[in-house]
Structure formats: C-alpha cells, structure tokens
C-alpha cells in the first residue's frame, strides 16, 4: 500500500501521552498552565507545572495571562541608603524562557494590546523581558460560552496563533508550529510526537468549521462595534445615558483587574527603614484615588471614572492604535462585576436608538 | 405561602408610583443572560414594565444604596428581602440614611442563587434557568437542560439562613417568615476544629487568591466609611500592591475586626467576591465569639439596638476570662 504522504508541518500527540508531553514542556522551560483550583474555588487558574498536576480544559483562567507579562506589583529599583551614599540596585535577574501553555485565542491577542502600550517608544523594558522569553501554546476554544464575544473584535478563535496553536480533540493533541521559536521547541519533542496526515488535517478542520458555527450561535454573536472607534468622543462623551450605566457601579476594581487588557498602574516608594523599594502595581481607573495629582482627582464622580474604563477601550484606544479595540471578548468581566454591569451592556446601550424620554 | 413574582412587585411598584407614595424604585434590572442582575433605579411603570425582574438571581442586597438614594429628592420604594432588613436597620442604627426618605416593602425569600454558583454547574454555555420548587433546571448550550437541586445548589449564605424574618418594612407582601438556625456556625467549629497550622493552612490558600479589588468592602453595608483608611493616601496603609502572597490576610483581617458587631452577617462579601474567597466565615467567626462571650446579639435585628463590643456591662467576662477560638479553649 501507498505510504499516506505528509502534507502539514502539523503534529500530532495521542491525549495518553500528554502527561509525557507535559512533563517534556517543563524540562524545557518552566511550563505554567491552567490547573483547577483545590479550595472554595475550583476554577482553573495559571499554575506553575509540577508533575502530577492535571492541565484544566476550562475555558478560560478567572485571572488572564496578562499577568505573566505584566505582574500585579513588581519591583522596579531599590535605593540603599548608607551614610550620604545612595546606591541604585536593578532587582531584575535574568529571566528564563517559560511556556505558557493553554491560552485562548482572546488572551493571545490581549497581549498585542498591550505590546502596543509598553513595547511603543519609550519601550518598557521589564515588560519587553518577559514577552520576548514567554513561548506561547495557544488553544482552540471547541466549547465557547455564552459569555464569549471574541469575533465582535475579529477574533478567530479556532486560530488561537502563539508560538504554537493547539487542538484537542477526544482523542488526540494537535500542534501547530506557528513560529521558529514554536517548531524549534516542537523538534525537541518529537519522541512524544507523530506526524499528521491527511485524516488528521480534515480532523482539525472540522474542529475549526465546528468552532465557527458554535461561534454563530452564541447570544452575543451579534454585538457589533458600529458605534464605537476613534471617532466617536463627540457623540459618546456627553451621552446621558453613561449615569444611567454607571449608577449602580460599586466603585471596586473587579473588571479592571480580570480584563487581560487593562494596562494602568501606579508606581509608589516604600520605605524600608535603610532605602527605598520603588515598586509598580495595577491601579483601577475605578478608584477615587486613580490618578489623582496635587491638583486634585482629575474625574470627580464614579459616572466619570466609569465613563472613562469603557471610553478607553472603545474610543480613546482605538484612537491612538489605528482602530483597534481594546478589549477581545473574553467575557471575564461579565461573569466577575458583582452588579453585573459590563462592557456588553455598554455597548448594546449605545446601540439602541434613544427613546422619546431620553431614558433607557 | 404566597409566592412573590415579578408581577406582584410590578404591581406594588406602579401602584405606589402612581399614588405619589414614591419617585422612583429601587429594583434588579434584567440583562442578556438570565443571572446578570443588575441593580437599578426606575421613575416609571412603563420602564420597570420592560426592563423590571424578579426570581431568584436576584440576590443583591440594597440596603446600602439607600445612602446614595436618601441625598436625592423624593421618596424611594425598596424591596427588602430577609437579610437585606437587617442591613437596612443596622444602617438605621449607624445613621447611615434618612427613613423617612424610605419605602420598604418587605418579601419573604427562600434563598437566592449565585451567578458564580450556578455557572460553575454549567462553565460554558449557560443560556437561561428556571425554578420549578427544588428544581432548577438549566438550558445550556451543549449538553441539553441540566436539573439540579435548588437546595443543594444555593451558596452558603441561604444553605445556612440566619433568617427568613424580615424585621424592616412598611409593608409585608407575602408571609413573613421566622428565624431560623439552619447550622450557620457549623463551618466556623470546622475550622475551629482544625489545629491552628492546617486552619492557617485553609486561610492562606483562601485568601491568596485575593486581587485587592475591594469588591467586598465596597458592597459591604457595613463598609460606610466616607473614606476608607485602604483608599487614604495620608493613612500610611493606601497600598493596593500585594507585597507577598499572603499579604491579603491584614486587609481581611482588619475589615473583618472593624465590622465586627456590626455585621449583619448579609453574605454580600462573598457573593461579589471574583475569586471566590468565603470571606463570610471571617465575619461569621467573630459573631461566633460574640455570641459565646456576651450572649447571642445579631446587628440589625433590631434598630437602636447597642452592639456587646459598645456596651459595656457588669456582667462582661473579664480579660482572660474571654472564650477564645479554637475548641472553645480559655486563653
């Protein structure tokens, strides 16, 4: 019989070896992953990779990746104060490679985001580190959820891309080497891998066509980005309907802290007795304190501070970044706000025709 | 027992806006999903007759909007489910808002899901639910309708009711129920239970999940401070950063003792808590020890009533003779 000819650089990895695979990943690098929580919350969260360990199919992380390029506080320099010397200390060790394995196609194109945030001049280097030595195993998102709104900002997620774009079928791991970096790591693996042939390409496929039309079917599949871009502060600022939006917002910072792309933080000096810790950490533009300067708070109210979260990501973002949105539909937001406002809300407010009475 | 439906309250609602009674009314605004509730204020039939919901999603407690809606002209119609009454008083006792300014229709409620809860039964694709008695069957979009069991399901706030009593209203629809012991102390003498490394053990995965929102200080309506010490830059203590990954515990541990007495043991903490934490049992530990050590007191049973930490008294056990924690030890 005629041997079935190769025609995908595509490898295949039997479910029963993934375990192995796993194992394999973090020999190469520290392999972080999403693992099911063990206590009150058994929600899969990024975990660092230890044998044992069982990788969570969950949709998504309840905390995003972002946190691996862009930590929730960080040191940035230390003074230390020795007589009338001041000595400035780096706190950086040199980073290693990591694999950040699972993530979905929303959080992969977060960090294009961000990377047009932190990587534009002045680039910042503690966060250009870390991107340039995370390798990145993307996932195809076979059960989306009803939360899931990732195509409104034209987001594939059956073309998760990263270094490498994952499939997981019932039976089989599916990798495809997006990247140099994605097939040199693959090379390294290939005792646990077999090629894929022509039943495996229309197997992934499939997937893909079935992605895409659990995609359709979705409750906010139609929710459309017509009345926002660049454009539009004039017609959104002053819109009466923000206080109606932001009236019940209890100020917290859920949202801001879930979202894989909110960027704003706060850097501050600790004193530590003998110098100085200066550190970063997120800060919420949901706070009375947020950008608060000698002057005063420069946004009075919480309508204001409220206005400014999605003005950000759907006006004065795309404005400065050639149209794109800042926020890829993951949904987080929605199932965290403990009033249950959220950007989806925002949108289809904004979308609505205003009735007679101004109100909605 | 009468059950309280949308209708009904619709009913109430218009009926007190049309009379002049009220201005407006604070109510759960319905939203794409069935459990995305979201609190609101109407100032008319018309739109409560659109966009007005009820059923068991609707958990969210509104007493502590009534400060906000006291500053405004007018009088607001407020739904006050069982645990929201005792917020509602405790915030009378503190001087929090102006009753006159208040409406309060009273509903009996036999316990209120979770979004958290209910999603974690269907993680993806949950596309609505509804409540047949102990029933609770949900649509999801790839494994058919789910049923489940009502009970079994609700969090721990309703699975352990303090009350069904609602001990603040002008006016009761439906039958006031009574108060109730469903075990609310059992997970506090489980942890009580534990030896102090494997009950610091629990609290240190717990609340190391914390991302400092501050979701649960600020629907806490016990949590009224016009500025937080947390958000006071002159405090010394404004530090949203986590320093190492049990930091957390000092933020929970000092609301936990600042609330003290006056919690009402309302649950909303961990209701909105994103990372799922139990902040509740903090609370409910201390009223635990209150109890023990002054005699049962619960915040908002009552208005006017003086909290045991405030109140001092002849009888009060001395210091050493306190009863402390674990196993009900004398320290």
Redesign the interface.
């Known amino acids: 019989m005629r041997e079935v000819m190769v025609i995908s650089m595509m490898k295949k990895c039997a479910k029963s070896n993934l375990t192995a695979l796993l194992h394999a990943l973090s020999v190469y690098a520290p392999l972080y992953l999403p693992v099911n929580g063990n206590g009150k919350d058994t929600r899969a969260k990024y975990t660092r990779y230890e044998d044992g360990m069982v990788y969570s199919t969950d949709l998504n992380t309840v905390r995003s990746a972002k946190d691996f390029f862009f930590p929730q506080t960080e040191n940035l320099v230390n003074f230390k104060v020795e007589g009338k010397n001041i000595e400035i200390i780096d706190p950086r060790t040199e980073e290693e490679d990591f694999i950040l394995f699972g993530v979905r196609a929303c959080d992969f194109k977060s960090f294009d985001v961000l990377d047009r945030v932190f990587l534009s001049e002045p680039v910042d280097s503690y966060y250009a580190s870390r991107r340039a030595h995370g390798i990145i195993f993307t996932m195809a998102c076979t059960r989306p959820a009803e939360t899931c709104f990732c195509t409104t900002f034209g987001i594939n997620p059956a073309e998760p891309a990263g270094d490498v774009s994952c499939y997981m079928t019932e039976a089989d791991l599916y990798l495809d080497a997006k990247t140099e970096r994605g097939e040199a790591i693959l090379a390294k693996l290939e005792d646990l891998l077999t090629d894929t042939d022509s039943t495996d390409i229309k197997t992934v496929e499939d997937q893909k066509t079935c992605i895409a039309s659990r995609m359709e079917k979705l409750p906010l599949a139609a929710l459309s980005t017509e009345k926002f871009g660049g454009d539009k502060l004039d017609t959104l600022f002053d819109d009466p309907r923000w206080e109606s939006l932001s009236e019940a917002c209890l100020a917290c910072g859920t949202c801001t802290y879930v979202c894989p792309t909110c960027q704003c933080y706060d850097i501050k000096d600790f004193n530590t007795g003998h110098g100085v810790c200066r550190f970063r950490y997120w800060d919420s533009c949901m706070y009375s304190e947020f950008t608060k300067m000698s002057a005063g708070q420069p946004r009075l109210t919480q309508m204001q501070r409220f206005r400014q979260r999605f003005m950000h990501k759907l006006v004065y973002y795309p404005a400065n970044n050639d149209g794109l949105f800042s926020c890829v539909g993951c949904g987080r937001c929605l199932a965290s706000c403990p009033i249950s406002m959220n950007i989806v809300k925002v949108m289809k407010t904004f979308s609505e025709e205003v009735s007679d009475n101004g109100s909605k | 027992m009468q059950t309280i439906t949308r209708d009904i309250l619709l009913e109430k609602a218009a009926s007190l806006l049309a009379s002049g009674t009220v201005n407006r009314v604070l109510g759960w605004k319905k939203?794409?999903?069935i459990?995305?509730?979201?609190?609101?204020?109407f100032?008319n039939a018309e739109?409560m007759y659109r966009h007005f919901t009820f059923d068991c999603f609707c958990g969210?407690n509104f007493s502590k909007?009534l400060i906000k809606e006291t500053q405004k002209e007018g009088k607001v119609l407020v739904f006050l489910k069982p645990c929201d009454s005792y917020s509602f008083n405790q915030l009378l006792t503190e001087h929090r808002f102006d009753r006159e300014k208040v409406y309060a229709v009273g509903i009996p409620c036999d316990g209120m899901m979770d979004?958290?809860t209910v999603?974690?039964l269907a993680?993806?694709?949950?596309?609505g639910a509804e409540r047949n008695g102990d029933a609770l069957i949900l649509h999801t979009?790839?494994d058919g309708d789910v049923t489940v069991s009502y009970a079994d399901h609700l969090p721990d706030r309703c699975k352990h009711c303090k009350s069904k009593k609602v001990v603040a209203y002008d006016e009761m629809l439906g039958e006031n129920g009574e108060v109730t012991d469903a075990g609310r102390f059992d997970e506090v003498a489980a942890l009580e239970a534990m030896t102090e490394d494997e009950r610091f053990a629990?609290w240190q995965?717990?609340l190391s999940?914390c991302?400092?929102?501050?979701?649960c200080?600020?629907?806490c309506p016990a949590c009224t401070c016009e500025k937080c010490v947390f958000?006071n830059?002159g405090s010394g203590v404004?530090?949203?950063?986590?320093?190492d990954r049990f930091e957390e515990k000092l933020f929970h541990v000092i609301r936990a003792f600042h609330v003290a007495g006056r919690c009402t043991d309302c649950g909303e903490c961990s209701?909105?808590c994103?990372?799922?934490?139990?902040l509740h049992l903090l609370n409910r530990k201390f009223i635990y020890d209150i109890d023990r050590n002054y005699g049962d007191y619960m915040a908002g049973a009552e208005e006017g009533s003086r909290a045991p930490l405030v109140n001092y008294q002849i009888a009060d056990p001395e210091a050493g003779e306190v009863v402390s924690g674990a196993g009900g030890d004398k320290v």
């Open positions: 939203g794409e999903f459990y995305d509730v979201t609190p609101a204020v100032t739109d969210a909007y979004a958290s999603k974690a993680p993806e694709g949950l596309t979009l790839y629990f995965n717990e999940r991302i400092r929102c501050n979701a200080r600020d629907v958000d830059p404004e530090n949203k950063a986590i320093s209701r909105v994103p990372q799922n934490i139990p």
